[in-house]
């Protein structure tokens, strides 16, 4: 590297398709316009200092090429996830890092994977979005946060104006256009939650011990799920297996352009979240049934990993003015993940190519 850099990794919503990554099963994310943005200058020594706007007066000073286990022990323990991609992307001189972001942390829009994928893409790592976001989610696992593939692969790999079919069992990924009418709001619970401390570990050894018996949930059916005799591991992989069902069910609904064919998908999904897979509380059940009484509404979830962050509403346009909800609100927008933006950069700078 030899000269600064400015890279900005968008957050995600996960329109429908939760907990199904660590099951080898399918999702529809978006990468959004709120992001977190890394500047990255080379200080020629063999240091990496990091500062954050959100931690004023703090810095770490990270030796270049770490301890293997050192990551998950740096403090601040902000700065974890910049050693442990440090780590692994072994920028090639020593660099400071300057972190900004729009987007809220701990909201569940995947301001952890935002701030990889940015720096994947700053420190040069080469590869196509599931090479960058499995070296994102190794990242997160060195620092003791067990996530699966979901939010990195859309952050590096979605597309402007599409959300992105994942299929984690092949790894092979889709462009679903969104609909021009169709209007999907986020709405921040203010709930919070912390990957390591929730119960999120618990689900995914729910569903690791489901799969011991009737094989990944992602591909198993109904009839799987019937045969599993614990009730508790029947309902996680209930949920799973259905959430499966309703990713194609909701991208096929979109295709054809019928949001409220979407929306009750979107509304079975939260049932699912909430009654099989628990992972919703009393006050985001609140939240997600009062948004979907609005007038021009059609479907209405939380999204991500649950136990707090934020709903996803799909409305008619404007049916939810995000000002007036008296909660931190957006209207989301499609963007390029980091990988998507680099390959346009690339080609406008190769300039226009021969026909054929
Ligand atoms: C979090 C994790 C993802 C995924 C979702 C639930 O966002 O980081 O890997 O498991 O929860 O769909």
Redesign the pocket.
Known sequence: MTHAVVRTGPGRV?LIG?????NLGLALPVAIGLGVTVEVVPSGDDRVVVTSEAYPGERADLPLVPDADSPAVVEPAWARLVAAVVALARPSVGVSVHITSTLPRGSGL?SSAALAVALADAFGVEGDARVVAGLCREAEHRIGVP??L??PLVCAGGRAGHALRIDFATGATRDVPLPAGAEFVVVDSGLRRD?RTSPYAVRVAECEAAAAVVGPLGSAGPEDVAGLRDPVLRRRARHVVSECARVDAFAAALVRGDLAGAGAEMDASHRSLSGDFDVSTRELDARVASLRALPGVHGARVT??GFGGCVVVLGEPGALDPASVGRPAWRIEAVDGTVTARERRGRAAAGPQPPG
């Open positions: 996960n939760d907990h199904t990554d660590y995947s996530v699966g979901l939010d990957l991500g990993a």
